[in-house]
């Protein structure tokens, strides 16, 4: 089965961030995410596509507070609420 193009640029965009931020954050004390991790912004939660997390505190397993980066990849399904409510949250 031969993938859409779409779909498989946002999944090299993401293997290629995620790959990046791993080695940029190996030997600091931050961890690169991928977007099976959960973040809470005040009431709402999200599963961003890649973020970043720098504080200790934040150690919840499944669900980060304070990350110091998030990353969401757009795409023509998902730009609206990406630009719109999350960027805004």
Same mark, same amino acid.
Not at 1 to 14: D, L, T, V, Y
Not at 30 to 37: E, I, T, W
């Given at each position: 089965?031969?993938?859409?193009?779409?779909?498989?640029?946002?999944?090299? %965009?993401?293997?290629?961030?995620?790959?990046?931020?791993?080695? /940029?954050? =190996?030997? =600091?004390?931050?961890?690169?995410?991928?977007?099976?991790?959960?973040?809470?912004? #005040?009431?709402?939660?999200?599963?961003? #596509?890649?973020?970043?997390?720098?504080? /200790?505190? #934040?150690? #919840?397993?499944?669900? &980060?507070? /304070?990350?110091?980066?998030? %990353?969401? %990849?757009?795409?023509?399904?998902?730009?609206? %609420?990406?630009?719109?409510? &999350?960027?805004?949250?």
């Amino acid at each position: 089965m031969r993938w859409p193009e779409p779909a498989s640029w946002h999944n090299g %965009i993401a293997l290629n961030l995620a790959a990046f931020l791993h080695g /940029a954050t =190996r030997e =600091r004390p931050c961890r690169a995410l991928v977007s099976d991790m959960r973040v809470a912004i #005040d009431q709402v939660v999200y599963y961003p #596509d890649l973020m970043v997390c720098c504080e /200790a505190d #934040d150690s #919840d397993p499944w669900l &980060k507070r /304070a990350p110091c980066l998030v %990353i969401e %990849i757009l795409s023509e399904s998902t730009e609206r %609420i990406d630009r719109g409510e &999350k960027l805004h949250n």
